[in-house]
């Protein structure tokens, strides 16, 4: 006599297993609901769960938020003009109408102050975002190709770097926005932007190089090459969203790193200059007055 317990196994499946094809039956049925709507996360993913859960992440991200929205709507914040002045006013100490006082032309600094957020917040942003984008370019070209074309880039690379980064910025900047020019607000921030980018592409370049240099002969690139992928897909669908973790890192830094540079080249008159509102350009022009109108 046969078992009945053994028949009833053999011939009724389980209902957490797959049911054959054909059959109708969803494979994930018998799952709770949760392991039904649970789908494979990112890097992106895993980064924000982790993210969300740390009170520091969320205290930089207000005062993020406060800057860029300082930077944006200015008129927010402030109802003076950042620009023009009465001389009557002139280094007038700080009272509830100028919570900063006034400078030396008589304008408001507190609102100098806001106004200055925005072009030393666009000039660094977009300083960080050309760098990134020509640095990464450069060093996804150069570490898949190898070879001569990684030799020629790195070595070109290693022109740059030879460069002092103030020196450079101040060649660059006499040259095409010296005394004798007359450039207008965004022709003066678009030099600017454009001799941080050039000084700082190589560092962002070698990050990249050294990423794809260690990415690129993993076991799921070797897959897609000998899948028949082209050299686009690899780099765009594989190789770039598993490289960018240390360019993110490194442009969080270039931020304020850049907005520091640029406060620094105004403050020697080589970087922003009038009618740019910068807080580079208001600490040059006060020098003079912090001991007699502190």
């Given amino acids: 006599m046969s078992d009945p317990s053994t028949a009833s196994i053999v011939s009724t499946p389980p209902a957490t297993m797959p049911t054959e094809a054909g059959s109708g039956a969803p494979t994930n049925a018998g799952l709770p609901e949760s392991a039904k709507q649970q789908k494979p996360r990112g890097l992106l993913g895993d980064a924000w769960i982790d993210l969300r859960r740390k009170p520091l992440f969320w205290i930089s991200a207000a005062f993020i938020v406060f800057f860029l929205v300082m930077a944006a709507f200015p008129s927010l914040f402030t109802s003076g003009d950042a620009v023009n002045g009465a001389l009557e006013r002139s280094r007038v100490e700080p009272s509830s109408s100028a919570w900063f006082g006034y400078d030396v032309q008589g304008r408001d600094v507190y609102a100098r102050t806001i106004y200055g957020a925005r072009a030393s917040i666009v000039v660094a942003v977009v300083s960080t975002l050309l760098t990134l984008l020509v640095g990464g370019a450069m060093g996804i070209i150069a570490g898949y190709r190898g070879g001569w074309v990684d030799a020629l880039l790195s070595r070109v690379a290693d022109i740059f770097f030879g460069l002092p980064f103030v020196l450079g910025a101040i060649v660059i900047l006499t040259t095409f926005n010296g005394s004798g020019t007359d450039n207008g607000e965004w022709t003066i921030m678009g030099l600017v932007i454009l001799s941080l980018s050039v000084l700082s592409w190589p560092v962002v370049m070698r990050l990249m190089r050294s ?84």
């Fill in 211 to 294: 990423s794809v240099l260690a990415t690129k002969e993993a076991d799921y690139i070797v897959a897609a090459r000998a899948l028949g992928a082209g050299t686009g897909r690899i780099i765009l669908k594989h190789l770039l969203p598993n490289c960018l973790a240390p360019l993110l890192v490194y442009g969080t830094i270039m931020v304020g790193s850049f907005i520091g540079a640029e406060a620094t080249l105004s403050f020697l008159g080589i970087g922003l200059k009038s009618p740019v509102v910068s807080w580079g350009i208001m600490i040059s022009e006060a020098q003079n007055y912090i001991r007699v109108s502190p």
